[in-house]
C-alpha cells in the first residue's frame, strides 16, 4: 500500500484517483485542502467531555441535519449543529471536486467529531481503534458499496498516529475462509426473515450475506492475535492540519492515539468503481464461488 502526497490544491489538471483508492492507497494533503474556521476549530476543541465518555464519536447526519452525541446547553447544541453542518457541506464539496465520478451516486454518510484521546480510551474489543479492522456499520449495511472517509486532523500540535496494513485482497485470500465466509454465506434464510420483521416495524436490519461476513470479519480480526502481532505493519503519523483519505473497508486501520479528528463518510456504488473487480464483495464473490448481494 501506498500514502500517495498531493501538494497542492485545486490542480493545474484534474487526476483520477480512484484506481488509488480502490487498492488500498491513502491520498495524503499536508495542507488541508478546503477551508475551516478556526473559530470552528477551537469551538469543537473547547467543548467539554467530562463524564460524557459514553459518547464515542459526536455524529452529524446530513440527510437529517442533525447532531448526536453531546448533550449541551441549547446554545451549545444550536452552534454544535452550525459548525458540524459546515464541515460536512465543504468537506463533501471538495470530494464532489476531488472524485466526480464517485460524486454521480455516493450516498452521503454521517460526519464525525472525534473528541477523545485515542491513546487513553477504555473499550470494549470490538470498539477498540488501536487494534486493525476493516469497517463495517451494524446500522448501515452497505450491499457491496464501499465505504470511502475523508479525515482532517485539527488538534493543534498532536500528530494522528495510524498503523495500516496490506489490503483487502490480500487480507481475504489469507483469512476469509478461516473467518468463516462460507458457513456465513450458506445462510439464506436470516437476509429475508430480518426483511419481514424490519417490514412490520421491529428494530431488525436486513444485511445480505456480505454485510454479515464484513460485519463478522471486523470483529475477527480484531480478535485475532496472530494477525494483530505478526502482520506487516505500515506506519503513518498525520500532522495538525493534515487531510488523508481511503476506503476504510479495502484499507485495515487501527488508531493508536491522536485527539480532535474530523471525519466525513460517503458510500461510494460500486457501479462507480474504476474497476469493479476491486470491490471487497467481487473479491469474496470469487473465493465463495456465489453471489454474496442481490443483483
Ligand atoms: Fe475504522
Same mark, same amino acid.
Given at each position: 500500500?501506498?500514502?500517495?502526497?498531493?501538494?497542492?490544491?485545486?490542480?493545474?489538471?484534474?487526476?483520477?484517483?480512484?484506481?488509488?483508492?480502490?487498492?488500498?492507497?491513502?491520498? *495524503?494533503?499536508?495542507?488541508?485542502?478546503?477551508?475551516?474556521?478556526?473559530?470552528?476549530?477551537?469551538?469543537?476543541?473547547?467543548?467539554?467531555?467530562?463524564?460524557?465518555?459514553?459518547?464515542?464519536?459526536?455524529? *452529524?447526519?446530513?440527510?437529517?441535519?442533525?447532531?448526536?452525541?453531546?448533550?449541551?446547553?441549547?446554545?451549545?447544541?444550536?452552534?454544535?449543529l452550525a459548525v458540524m453542518r459546515d464541515y460536512s457541506r465543504t468537506v463533501i464539496a471538495f470530494t464532489a471536486s476531488l472524485l466526480p465520478e464517485y460524486a454521480a451516486?455516493?450516498?452521503?454518510?454521517?460526519?464525525?467529531?472525534?473528541?477523545?484521546?485515542?491513546?487513553?480510551?477504555?473499550?470494549? %474489543?470490538?470498539?477498540?481503534?488501536?487494534?486493525? $479492522?476493516?469497517?463495517?456499520?451494524?446500522?448501515?449495511?452497505?450491499?457491496?458499496?464501499?465505504?470511502?472517509?475523508?479525515?482532517?486532523?485539527?488538534?493543534?500540535?498532536?500528530?494522528?498516529?495510524?498503523?495500516?496494513?496490506?489490503?483487502?485482497?490480500?487480507?481475504?485470500?489469507?483469512?476469509?475462509?478461516?473467518?468463516?465466509?462460507?458457513?456465513?454465506?450458506?445462510?439464506?434464510?436470516?437476509?429475508?426473515?430480518?426483511?419481514?420483521?424490519?417490514?412490520?416495524?421491529?428494530? %431488525? %436490519?436486513?444485511?445480505?450475506? *456480505?454485510?454479515?461476513?464484513?460485519?463478522?470479519?471486523?470483529?475477527?480480526?480484531?480478535?485475532?492475535?496472530?494477525?494483530?502481532?505478526?502482520?506487516?505493519?505500515?506506519?503513518?503519523?498525520?500532522?495538525?492540519?493534515?487531510?488523508?483519505?481511503?476506503?476504510?473497508?479495502?484499507?485495515?486501520?487501527? %488508531? $493508536?492515539?491522536?485527539?480532535?479528528?474530523?471525519?466525513?463518510?460517503?458510500?461510494?456504488?460500486?457501479?462507480?468503481?474504476?474497476?469493479?473487480?476491486?470491490?471487497?464483495?467481487?473479491?469474496?464473490?470469487?473465493?465463495?464461488?456465489?453471489?454474496?448481494?442481490?443483483?
Open positions: 500500500m501506498e500514502f500517495l502526497t498531493i501538494d497542492t490544491w485545486p490542480p493545474a489538471s484534474l487526476t483520477d484517483y480512484r484506481p488509488q483508492l480502490e487498492t488500498g492507497n491513502v491520498l *495524503y494533503f499536508p495542507t488541508t485542502p478546503f477551508s475551516f474556521p478556526a473559530e470552528s476549530q477551537d469551538f469543537l476543541r473547547s467543548l467539554d467531555f467530562a463524564g460524557k465518555a459514553i459518547h464515542k464519536n459526536i455524529a *452529524y447526519r446530513p440527510a437529517s441535519d442533525r447532531v448526536t452525541g453531546f448533550e449541551g446547553t441549547p446554545e451549545q447544541q444550536q452552534h454544535l451516486a455516493w450516498k452521503l454518510d454521517y460526519a464525525s467529531f472525534r473528541p477523545l484521546e485515542e491513546s487513553s480510551r477504555d473499550l470494549p %474489543v470490538n470498539k477498540r481503534n488501536d487494534l486493525l $479492522h476493516t469497517d463495517a456499520f451494524p446500522s448501515r449495511p452497505t450491499h457491496g458499496d464501499l465505504i470511502l472517509r475523508v479525515f482532517t486532523n485539527i488538534h493543534p500540535s498532536k500528530t494522528r498516529n495510524w498503523i495500516t496494513t496490506d489490503p483487502f485482497p490480500a487480507l481475504a485470500e489469507k483469512y476469509a475462509r478461516a473467518a468463516g465466509l462460507d458457513r456465513i454465506a450458506a445462510n439464506t434464510w436470516s437476509e429475508p426473515a430480518a426483511r419481514v420483521l424490519h417490514s412490520i416495524g421491529l428494530p %431488525v %436490519v436486513p444485511r445480505s450475506p *456480505y454485510d454479515r461476513f464484513m460485519l463478522h470479519f471486523h470483529e475477527y480480526l480484531k480478535r485475532n492475535t496472530d494477525f494483530q502481532q505478526n502482520c506487516p505493519k505500515y506506519r503513518f503519523d498525520f500532522p495538525p492540519g493534515s487531510t488523508w483519505l481511503t476506503f476504510t473497508d479495502v484499507l485495515p486501520h487501527s %488508531v $493508536h492515539s491522536g485527539q480532535h479528528a474530523l471525519e466525513q463518510t460517503f458510500i461510494i456504488s460500486k457501479s462507480s468503481l474504476s474497476r469493479a473487480e476491486n470491490a471487497p464483495v467481487r473479491i469474496l464473490e470469487r473465493l465463495y464461488g456465489k453471489p454474496l448481494v442481490a443483483a
